[in-house]
């Protein structure tokens, strides 16, 4: 191995830690441990370096050791290279020519051996060869200086050498394994840890759009459980990554005039341009890699460049938030999943990656992100993804925290919460009706509860044709959707709160229309959301707001924000969410409907319209309907596909006011001279309707049937034939029901 030429070396800090970084392009061997003439090279640089925490082999297929022992054990041989270069441990004596010659040939033995097993660190035997130079010796005078000198150098080198913890445990093919071997495409940013051995598969599934699988893993006596994302470009075929490797490492002297990289979108679009020219100019000088591939590799190239690691994680639509805390190298990936609450990753981001995102987050604002500027409250819409990044200078240098709130890919709708369990058919039925004949509602809950996706829900439920203006802070209702399905969304994005009541103001001349206020959270927010509520008359109102409980949003309002308690009876409605966690994974659910009463002086009153059932896990309607009671406990359940609701018309009522029941239900329908019987029969009518579409998706095993567009395409037939034909509400179902068939 004497005069073997290793790759280049540099040592770079990532967050805290150091990393040996080997730049293997050009070498003809397979850029691993398991290679001993890939060991030489590592071992015989790393031993003259202080000690560094991971070892990187640069190359179309990247591979980290992320073990210091890699590093203590070059140390280690280093250390016995120090005791064979002490030329008074063989014994020397000064003016003894013969003495030297001995010497030298000696070490030159011992250096070649150590030589050698900077190769293979698991065989000494080349150590024990170079005794031959001691015993070839006849003369008694050379032996005994054998036996007092040399042999105990021999034993002391060898010695030192086991002294590495894991010596032991080498051998000639498991290098990779001991020292902690993670590999991944040249591209892939992080470092990307596989699930523990014993961990038990408990979920898979799909990414959105092909763009791999998710395994979700039951660690043993650890209980947060393990996400796993498998993608596509770690089972790239060699010649591809290698074609790949080589359009990333041309050289340009200058960027191109049109690369407008602070924009996003012309980022990814230019990005995917260049690499898809750049790969068939390459492709011509090797052919291997079919030129169909080639747009696809780009794609890859370009997301990668563009979103870095938020990408893959954008097509998981259950996944609700993702954690990076500092440093990230030393603290994998948390996300928060709508089933299974929060899991660990094992994915180890860095530093230098994350700062980077911050900094093209921040030039696309026109701001900065640095010590001066340690925080950036940034958004990816195209990803669906805001981000909050906060730079740690005092406690980890240059080292970054970021939280991201991910929504959806596609747009909520009620049939989706109520395949989810969330709610029930009749309760979603109920307040759709009352939304639509101008009530507010305020849907309440902790983080993590789905309260904005609830209230994108309603989208649908409103109907197209109503106006409804969304004003949201951050972009997290899907209006292009929406307004793709003919709803009228109007857009209003709001950055402050006090903006927030401008707004309102503004579009108070705008005509009717229901307003969607998501997150409210500042005093002026609430003053705003409550001030459009008390005109209700012509502008509903339903808002987002983060409360865990009807009495903590009352306190909130009106003891600590400082607003007269009389703006509270302006909402009518409280939707309250919560989240619980079961050995199914984490559910959301709506635990309360309650309408807020009007006649109260110091304490507001409520009707519960429905509460929660936790034994039986479904929320059942409480104060709603007067009837037999197996008769409302059947109405209650998920299939009303049994139920006459000619029939039970007849044996249900709205329970009266003064039995505790809805005090605005009546009042509204005076005003609106609707009659109650009809009015329930079109709730009833309409709850059926909704359990027809859960059957529909359950039995034909498509989920696409409580998507956006079919639930439009449902919702618009449906409320197309209550205009023809109410109040015969048998009619109207039965012709429905017939147009779902010929779907």
Not at 26 to 37: K, V
Not at 259 to 283: D, G, P, Q, V
Not at 429 to 455: C, D, H, P, W, Y
Not at 567 to 575: A, E, H, Q, V
Request: glycine share 4%; hydrophobic share 40%; charged share 25%.
């Amino acid at each position: 191995m004497v005069g073997m030429e290793c790759p280049t070396l540099e040592i770079k800090d990532s967050g805290p830690l150091k990393v040996a970084e080997f730049d293997c392009h050009g070498c003809n061997f397979p850029s691993t441990l398991n290679e001993p003439r890939c060991r030489y090279c590592v071992i015989s640089r790393l031993r003259t370096e202080s000690e560094v925490d991971q070892v990187t082999l640069l190359n179309p297929v990247v591979r980290t050791y992320r073990s210091r022992d890699l590093s203590r054990l070059a140390r280690t041989i280093a250390m016995a290279e120090q005791l064979a270069l002490d030329r008074s441990l063989y014994g020397e004596k000064e003016g003894e020519g013969k003495c030297r010659k001995c010497v030298d040939a000696r070490m030159s033995a011992v250096l070649e051996a150590l030589d050698k097993i900077m190769a293979n660190p698991h065989d000494l035997s080349p150590i024990d060869s170079s005794l031959v130079f001691a015993r070839i010796k006849s003369s008694p005078e050379c032996k005994k200086c054998s036996e007092e000198n040399f042999f105990k150098l021999v034993d002391a080198i060898k010695a030192t050498l086991k002294k590495f913890p894991l010596f032991k445990q080498l051998s000639s093919k498991n290098y990779d394994e001991i020292f902690a071997a993670r590999s991944k495409p040249f591209f892939v940013e992080g470092l990307w840890n596989p699930p523990p051995k014993d961990a038990r598969l408990i979920d898979s599934y799909d990414l959105s759009g092909g763009r791999g699988k998710v395994n979700i893993y039951e660690q043993r006596n650890n209980p947060v459980p393990f996400y796993e994302l498998i993608l596509p470009e770690f089972n790239l075929p060699a010649d591809q990554l290698e074609l790949l490797d080589s359009a990333f490492r041309v050289k340009i002297e200058e960027a191109p005039g049109h690369a407008r990289f602070a924009y996003s979108t012309r980022a990814y679009s230019f990005a995917e341009e260049w690499y898809n020219a750049l790969l068939h100019m390459l492709r011509e000088k090797k052919k291997s890699t079919p030129a169909s591939s080639i747009r696809r590799l780009a794609e890859m190239m370009a997301s990668w460049l563009t979103y870095r690691l938020l990408e893959p994680f954008s097509h998981d639509d259950y996944i609700t938030d993702i954690f990076v805390a500092a440093p990230p190298e030393i603290q994998p990936i948390y996300v928060e999943h709508e089933r299974w609450g929060r899991l660990e990753t094992g994915i180890y981001w860095t530093t230098p990656a994350l700062l980077g995102l911050g900094e093209t987050l921040a030039s696309r604002l026109g701001t900065s992100f640095d010590e001066i500027r340690p925080q950036l409250d940034a958004e990816i819409p195209e990803l669906g993804m805001r981000l909050f990044l906060s730079r740690y200078p005092a406690i980890w240098t240059r080292s970054v925290d970021i939280a991201v709130r991910k929504r959806r890919s596609k747009p909520w709708t009620q049939p989706l919460f109520l395949d989810r369990g969330t709610l029930t058919p009749l309760a979603s039925s109920f307040l759709g009706n009352v939304l639509r004949i101008g009530s507010s509602a305020f849907v309440i809950g902790e983080m993590g509860t789905a309260k904005t996706s609830q209230v994108e829900t309603y989208i649908p439920e409103i109907g197209p044709h109503n106006r409804i203006v969304a004003f949201q802070d951050t972009e997290e209702l899907h209006i292009e959707d929406f307004v793709s399905h003919g709803y009228k969304l109007a857009n209003v994005r709001v950055s402050d709160p006090e903006q927030l009541e401008k707004q309102v103001t503004a579009f108070l001349r705008g005509g009717s229309s229901y307003w969607l206020i998501t997150e409210v959270r500042a005093a002026e927010a609430v003053r705003a959301a409550l001030g459009a509520a008390a005109r209700q008359g012509s502008q509903p109102v339903v808002a987002s707001f983060h409360a865990r409980s009807k009495t903590e949003m009352f306190d909130l309002i009106v003891h600590i924000m400082g607003l007269h308690q009389a703006t509270f009876k302006y909402i009518d409605f409280i939707i309250s969410t919560a989240r619980f966690s079961t050995p199914r994974g984490t559910i959301r659910r709506i635990v309360e409907i309650s309408e807020v009463l009007k006649e109260w002086k110091d304490e507001p009153r409520y009707s519960e319209m429905f509460v929660d059932d936790r034994r039986q896990d479904r929320l059942v309607s409480s104060k709603l309907l007067s009837g037999p009671r197996e008769l409302i406990k059947r109405l209650d359940s998920r299939d009303l596909s049994k139920l006459d609701m000619k029939e039970v018309v007849k044996r249900v009522t709205f329970l009266p006011p003064e039995r505790g029941g809805s005090q605005l239900i009546p009042a509204l329908c005076k005003r609106l001279a609707i009659d109650e019987e009809d009015f329930l029969a079109a709730i009833l009518t309409e709850a059926k309707m909704k359990s027809e579409l859960l059957l529909l998706a359950s039995k034909s095993g498509d989920p696409s049937y409580l998507e956006l567009p079919f639930v439009s395409r449902a919702y618009n037939a449906y409320f197309y034939l209550l205009k023809q034909n109410a109040p015969n509400y048998s009619k109207v179902l039965e012709e429905w029901l017939s147009w779902l068939r010929k779907t």
